[in-house]
């Protein structure tokens, strides 16, 4: 469940710039988050399944995060 959610958070990440008009280097840092997700969820697969579930969440909050803090304080539109 947790790498699909991923593959889902990858998405999210992917439609940003059409979606919301984000620059370049905003959506790279957003891709450098979700491949360390990634890189860990691959990691923690045998030993922390229940961990690896959750990364999506926390993925998901940090886009969400950005999202909202890019379009209040720097006016993403």
Do not use: N
């Not at 710039?17 to 979700?34: R, T």
């Not at 999506?56 to 720097?74: E, K, M, N, R, S």
């Amino acid at each position: 469940m947790g790498l699909v959610g991923l593959a889902c958070v990858a998405f999210l990440i992917g439609a940003t710039p059409v979606a919301v008009g984000a620059p370049w280097w905003a959506i790279a840092a957003l891709a450098l988050v979700w491949l360390g997700a990634l890189l860990l969820a691959v990691a923690w697969f045998t030993t922390r399944p229940r961990a690896v579930v959750v990364l999506p969440a926390v993925v998901a909050v940090v886009w969400l995060a950005a999202v909202i803090g890019g379009a209040t304080v720097l006016g993403w539109s």
